[in-house]
């Protein structure tokens, strides 16, 4: 069964500190990486993405690390704002039965702490 | 444009009962897909529709079922219901693979 296992749970930063969530996954098929953020009331949001052919990726605060070979991959928001309070779920693309699916991580509760 | 809706945005039903949720895409978008959002298990994929025809399902029982229709625009059936049943459920929408999917807001069910 294709998974994605996120960690931690839930997370708490002071203003201004480094937020670091982790994902790991089991299938090797898996060719598209993104993290979504999602505010209370709304709906998640994609935050940045990655392919496995680069190890990491940057846009502004936000970097994403990739070690294909440990199939690991982590979402690193930088200068953490208390804006940033938020659920971060991590995913994966794959192939299954011939169909494309998104499968996700089940999610990091951060508070940014003021 | 528009984003992606969602009606109703809360729901209060009893078990048993069945319940019917909407979702219109984004203008141009020929995809939908739905997920269940829970506390503890956090997005479960649902099924997904393309062009009014399933393309992808989850492993959810056959209480839950979709359909799309012609302008794109898709519902979801979720009959006898549980109160286990109690979720978000979330409608997503993009133009063809998983590059971006954009998400709507959710309706809030509640099975009492």
């Known amino acids: 069964q294709q998974q994605v296992k996120q960690s931690p749970q839930s997370l708490i930063v002071q203003k201004g500190g480094i937020s670091i969530i982790n994902c790991a996954y089991e299938n090797t098929a898996f060719d598209y990486f993104p993290w979504y953020q999602q505010f209370p009331g709304k709906g998640p949001a994609l935050l940045i993405a990655i392919r496995p052919d680069v190890s990491e990726k940057k846009e502004g605060r936000f970097t994403i690390s990739f070690n294909k070979s440990a199939k690991q991959f982590s979402l690193h928001i930088m200068d953490s704002q208390p804006g940033d309070s938020a659920t971060y779920f991590c995913?994966?693309?794959?192939?299954?039965?011939?169909?494309?699916?998104?499968?996700f991580g089940k999610g990091t509760k951060l508070t940014v702490n003021p | 444009k528009a984003g992606v809706t969602q009606t109703p945005r809360y729901l209060i039903k009893t078990r048993g009962q069945q319940v019917t949720l909407s979702c219109s895409p984004i203008s141009g978008h020929r995809s939908v897909s739905w997920y269940q959002q829970t506390p503890g298990q956090g997005l479960q994929f649902l099924f997904e529709?393309?062009?009014?025809?399933?393309?992808n399902k989850g492993n959810f029982p056959g209480r839950f079922s979709g359909r799309q229709f012609s302008n794109s625009r898709s519902e979801m059936n979720v009959s006898t219901l549980e109160l286990g049943d109690s979720a978000l459920y979330l409608c997503?929408?993009?133009?063809?693979?998983?590059?971006?999917?954009?998400f709507g807001p959710g309706t809030r069910l509640t099975v009492l």
């Open positions: 997503a929408s993009m133009v063809g693979s998983y590059n971006e999917q954009f």
């Open positions: 529709y393309f062009s009014e025809t399933q393309r």
């Open positions: 995913a994966a693309r794959g192939t299954q039965g011939g169909s494309e699916k998104l499968v």
